[in-house]
């Protein structure tokens, strides 16, 4: 079955820091993957979606220039939380779609700490 | 706009048992996908169950089953045999034809009793 590896799955890091987080379809070519935020003992909210080789869509509120979003190839999208606060500290889920209204396969999530 | 309604937060049922989790969503489209995601403490998404609103029947993946009403915009998933493997948090979610972006309910998280 279609595999979305993500990495790395806990970082901890201090305040002011950036973060990168990867995306992988392993074994099939992602038209479309979506970032997800979730808190503790909440669903998970949309942050963006991202197509290969555009500009990423983000939702409302979620601030463009602190979640950066590159696409740059079918297998791969990074999530980058940049100058990181313990605000930012969240479970982050990505996800990955091969064709358009097929299900969406998930990554195993990362865990971020600010400290 | 869409959204998902899981109005049980929490749910118990003993090992062995059939329970019926439930899920209502507000659409003003006629062509959409729901599902039921499953997500045990390790927090992977898990899809359970898919239904697409033009099918009439009611999907089916081995103990898992959902009731789809389309009229009343219902969509519960019933678990049989409950196991012990089946304690998680299980989201209902839905997703416009014409859209891939995933609308999630708050969740349901299900005990299961020994």
């Known amino acids: 079955g279609a595999v979305v590896s993500q990495h790395p799955s806990r970082v901890i890091c201090k305040s002011g820091t950036s973060v990168k987080i990867e995306c992988r379809s392993l074994?099939?070519?992602?038209?479309?993957m979506f970032w997800y935020r979730q808190f503790p003992k909440q669903s998970l909210m949309l942050m963006a979606t991202?197509?290969?080789?555009?500009?990423?869509?983000?939702e409302q509120g979620v601030e463009k220039d602190k979640f950066l979003i590159n696409h740059a190839s079918l297998t791969l999208s990074t999530l980058t939380v940049t100058s990181a606060h313990p605000e930012d500290s969240s479970f982050y889920i990505c996800?990955?779609?091969?064709?358009?209204?097929?299900?969406?396969?998930f990554g195993d999530g990362t865990r971020l700490s600010i400290l | 706009a869409q959204t998902v309604t899981q109005s049980q937060p929490e749910m118990s049922v003993q090992e062995a048992e059939t329970v019926t989790l439930s899920c209502t969503y507000d659409t003003s489209e006629s062509d959409y996908y729901l599902f039921w995601y499953k997500q045990p403490p390790s927090r992977q998404m898990i899809l359970v169950i898919r239904?697409?609103?033009?099918?009439?029947q009611n999907a089916t993946e081995n103990r898992f089953s959902v009731n789809f009403q389309k009229a009343a915009k219902s969509f519960s998933l019933k678990i049989s045999d409950s196991q012990l493997g089946d304690a998680a948090m299980y989201f209902c979610?839905?997703?416009?034809?014409?859209?891939?972006?995933?609308?999630f309910g708050k969740g349901t998280r299900l005990h299961i009793l020994p």
């Open positions: 996800s990955a779609t091969e064709y358009s209204n097929q299900p969406q396969h």
């Open positions: 239904q697409e609103a033009y099918k009439q």
């Open positions: 979610a839905y997703n416009m034809n014409r859209d891939d972006k995933i609308i």
């Open positions: 074994d099939f070519q992602a038209t479309t």
């Open positions: 991202s197509n290969e080789g555009s500009k990423a869509t983000y």
